[in-house]
């Protein structure tokens, strides 16, 4: 199959013209102004943007957590990406079973018959065995070439610096490249201890028994021990305070490969937000600050500190006692209500996989923040050269994956749960007015977006087996 998309806006992290895509099956044949070609199908997208599929970092789906699980699946999940252009998501695996292989086989079980995008695998390192330490290496060989470690989530998830030092030396050795949850777990644990037994069960604790200068300190500490573990590339995920801005530029100017993501609830919301009768909707871990946070974090993608936006998509039911209707049936997922009288048991996490690139189009390119080339550097072109995935994806080049998503650039909608396909009951972007809008998606050649209409299936995203030695940015 052929398809010829003509005369459409094509914007790349490096450059905006005006020009032809050719498309065989599953690839980029071609890109030029006015290709002589024949082809079966012509979509006319003169006035329209074209644009790689967006590549999420940083998603959890169907991940258990505090007597639940997190209500989007691989294919609601993956579904609700591609709605908002995105075609391409980087999923967790938990380590749960006593061999990362055993993690990685049940989760593709689970994910490969319900992707309904592309997607890839980070592996969460959160007990470190000597024989954890053997199969790190092995993880190249299952496409993994990311772990996550976490300084928070004490006697949960978190490594102590010296386990989290010895995964970066390995993870360096081997390409692979290491993410960090920067918190203070010590910190949190005590101040949670004392606002509980105090009654201070809100929402609004949550964030006031997690200080942004434990997120800061951690940010360094993280950099610092990357650096002793021989200049090991080192990946802050969701970034949400200023000052961990602040240790990213001084890190990176120092010469450490170290890079950031943020993720557009750090940079649109603050901790006040927890305050609102309905705050455990905002609940996330690590929490929004304050408006001079978000600040920073916009600084910080503007002047290129951060490398990506990423989502940490982890979505919830606000009231799961209450079932919502998906695709023609009820569904019902206990959620945020678990945590009625007590924030630590409010399950932590937000939706945002569908929402981040039209929130960040109208947020940051249309209201000429940043530019249409950095937002698409920052949300596909950067992530996929981070994660060994490019060009094949996050580019237009000819021979990649034909992953593009077509945007009117003068589509005007009221953003929130009705037009979100993210399987929950509440949006954060509830009546925002969205100036551009995806009306086409692309995924390998098939279209599986069109105005509105999933003309995909469960099944059709393919697992991505990501390089070693990926680019440091
Ligand atoms: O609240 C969040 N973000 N839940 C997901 C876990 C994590 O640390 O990314
Ligand atoms: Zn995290
Ligand atoms: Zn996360």
Known sequence: MTILIKSGTLITAEETKVADILIEDEKILAVGADLEVEAQQVYDASGLLVMPGGIDPHVHLDLPMFGTVSSDDHYTGQKAAAFGGTTTVLDFVPQDLPTLRENIT???????????????????????????????????????????????????LRLMDGEIFEVMRIAKNHGLLTMLHAENGDVIDILVAEALASGKTSPEWHARTRPAEGAVEAVLRGAALAMQAGGA????????????????????QKGYPVMGETCPQYLFFTEEHLKREDGAKWVCSPPMRQVSDNMRLWEGLADGTIQTIGTDHCPFFYNG???????????????????????TKIPNGLPGIQDRLPVMWTNAVHNGYLTANQFVALTSTNPARIFGLYPKKGS??????????????????????????????????????????????????????????????????????????????
């Open 106 to 156: 049940t989760w593709r079980q689970k994910a490969d018959p319900r992707a309904a995008v592309d997607y890839g695998l980070h592996m969460n390192i959160t007990r470190l065995t000597s024989e954890i330490k053997q199969e790190i290496p092995e993880l190249v060989k299952e496409g993994i070439t990311s772990v996550k470690v976490f300084m928070a989530y004490n006697g949960r």
């Open 233 to 252: 590339p080192l990946y802050i995920v969701h970034m949400n305070a200023a000052g961990e801005v602040d240790q990213l530029k001084y890190v990176r």
């Open 321 to 343: 006692e209450q079932a919502i209707m998906y695709e023609g049936k009820w569904v019902k997922i206990p959620g945020k209500e678990l945590g009625r009288d007590d924030f």
């Open 396 to 473: 237009l080049l000819p021979g990649a994956d034909a992953d593009i998503q077509i945007w009117d650039p003068k589509r005007e909608v009221e953003y929130g749960v009705a037009l979100s396909h993210q399987r929950t009951d509440y949006n954060l972007y509830e009546g925002w007015h969205l100036v551009g809008y995806p009306i086409t998606v692309y995924l390998r050649g098939k279209q599986i977006v069109h105005e509105g209409e999933w003309k995909g299936q469960a099944g059709q995203g393919k697992y991505q087996y990501r390089e070693p030695y990926a680019q440091i940015l």
